[in-house]
């Protein structure tokens, strides 16, 4: 009988032993050691969820000032440039800690370019070129700065 007991208390005391953590591997804080999710993930997406008030200079289309949102991606790795460049076009960029990268098709258009974040300044350079064209010989090339 002693021994069922002590088989029952080393079974109670390994399996509480288990150590808790983030077990997501695309979170920031992911924890390789960590063998029970504790519900702590946080991902470098969040960073960049939020309105922008963004300024952009394009080499052929000059500078304008307008509002860009971004939105949770449909993962975890990814978010969404909503009125992308002042182009009424939603951008789905690729996250990896502070930086971004995307290049999307749309409606004959190609958005291609990369980016980054500090603090609340969200910086991004790219060019846009006809798709059927691409890649171009001279794309419109734009660099934009957007303060949450």
Do not use: H
């Not at 200079?57 to 307008?66: H, Q």
């Not at 990268?101 to 500090?118: L, M, N, P, Q, W």
Request: with cysteine.
């Amino acid at each position: 009988m002693k021994k069922i007991a002590v088989l029952a208390m080393l079974i109670i005391l390994i399996s509480a032993c288990k150590k808790k953590g983030c077990t997501d591997a695309l979170a920031e804080n992911y924890s390789t050691e960590a063998k029970k999710d504790d519900g702590t993930c946080t991902y470098a997406q969040t960073k960049f969820i939020g309105t922008f008030n963004t300024n952009q200079t394009c080499y052929y289309g000059g500078d304008t000032t307008f509002s860009m949102s971004v939105t949770e991606g449909p993962s975890k790795a990814e978010i969404v440039i909503n009125n992308f460049g002042n182009f009424d076009v939603s951008v789905k960029a690729t996250v990896a800690g502070g930086n971004i990268s995307f290049k999307e098709d749309i409606a004959g258009i190609t958005y291609e370019g990369t980016g980054y974040i500090v603090g609340n300044t969200l910086t991004i350079n790219y060019e846009v070129c006809e798709t059927y064209y691409y890649p171009c010989s001279d794309p419109e090339i734009c660099s934009l700065t957007g303060t949450k």
